[in-house]
């Protein structure tokens, strides 16, 4: 038997059913390559444990309550030491391709084999992205993927119902600044005006949910 001196790795998990909570603690802290270093049932509870304790991978179920996995992933990606996150869900719909968007690092299904979900979590730890197939084409065809941060973080004031002045100062940016992200936003989401561009950030919120 050949010994490793591969320092384990530090995993967070958590996912909003107890029981399966309690399954996946068991099995990770069976497997030698992983440190199970905490669990949570709430995405509020995983973002508080790993800001003071960070950790190379954290497994999350899609539905967490109460922010989600995908705000979850979007609020830790801008730390310098957030997790790679693997979602363990459903194939079911297109959670998969959600689960890439948002940022995770790879994706493995509730129904496949223990061993899937160690495999996944080992491989994303090394740096590698694993999703099952995911149609690309679908990713490229939601206008909303093109926009940058900035118009997205404009979008979504704009569908708060804040003015430009207000958007100008929430962002800090000038108003001028404002109409010309607004004017970006209308073309690469082909709309003509606000009412229009409100309308479709609801209904591609619809659309993922």
Sequence with gaps: MVE????PIDVM???????????????FERDARFSLVATSATAEGFLGTVMRVPVKVGVIDW??????????????REQAN???????????????RLAMQAGAAGFAARSGEVEGLLK?????????????????????????QSLSRKERAILEALAQGMSNRDMSKELQISTNTVKFHLSN?????AVKN????IA???SSQMSRD
Aim: with cysteine; aromatic share 10%.
């Design 13 to 27: 998990l958590a996912d909003s059913n107890p029981l399966v909570l309690s399954a996946m603690s068991e099995i």
């Design 185 to 189: 936003i209308y073309e690469k989401l």
């Design 82 to 96: 957030a997790p790679r996150f693997v979602v363990y869900g459903d194939t079911s719909g297109d959670v998969p």
């Design 63 to 76: 539905n967490l309550p109460i922010l989600g996995a995908a705000k979850l992933i979007e609020v830790l």
């Design 4 to 7: 490793t001196t591969q320092e």
């Design 120 to 144: 996944t979590c080992a491989d994303v730890a090394a740096g590698k992205m694993v999703f099952p197939f995911i149609d690309v084409r679908k990713m490229q065809q939601d206008p909303i």
């Design 200 to 202: 479709y950030f609801y």
């Design 194 to 197: 606000r009412t229009q561009a």
